[in-house]
């Protein structure tokens, strides 16, 4: 029985990088290279074309930055996913990726193996950041005057008490498989729980719920 494979674009302008990520990825059996570019202008339209499912981004290209490149795609191909992967660890790029459309955030440090489980985990609909930049990218969020967390008198904004326990695991950077295995929920049922939270919300990710409920002082870190 054949698997679907997951059709991956990757954009890197280094081209010694380039050979050894394309070496890891075409180790997975699982993964289909479908293509790749070096230019940031010339990635938005092979993408476009190609409609990979997944992308693997830098952030410093020619002619586009990366987060440009984000925006465009999304706008263009909204269903295509992007995982950004760079050597820049800012929490301003972070947010600027995130809020741009991308659905994670490595460094190029991370091994083989992280790269492949960030992979899953954006395919099964989650959101990918390694723990140091989660709290780097999370303490960015103390200038923006949160409140103190308190226990509030009313489950806000018609959550349920199992999707508040949801979102404050998120907030402290959990994966949604990780959060599963502490609430003893299956991924697709956090997926679902997460679906829920954003439309009572009023946000399409859970980078916006997670700040949202900082200013709220209804998470904390």
Known sequence: ??????????????????????????????LELVGTSQDGEQAVEDIVRERP?????????????????????????????????TSFEEEQKVYEAIQAGASGYL????????????????MAGGTVLEPIIARRFWNYFQSVQ?????????LPWGLSALELDVLRYVAKGLSNAEVGQVMTLERRTVRTHLSHIYRKMGVNSHVDAVVMALREGVVDL
Request: glycine share 2%.
């Open 53 to 85: 499912q997944l992308v693997l981004l830098d952030l410093e290209l020619p002619s586009m930055h990366g987060i440009q490149v984000t925006q465009k795609v999304k706008r263009r191909a909204p269903e295509v996913e992007i995982l950004i992967l």
């Open 107 to 122: 460094v190029k440090r991370v091994g083989p193996e992280k790269i492949r489980s960030a992979i899953q985990e954006v």
């Open 146 to 154: 949160a409140k103190p967390a308190q226990k509030p008198a009313e």
């Open 1 to 30: 029985m054949n698997v679907e494979r997951t059709r991956i674009f990757v954009v890197e302008d280094q081209p010694q990088l380039l050979r050894n990520l394309l070496k890891v990825l075409n180790t997975f059996p699982e």
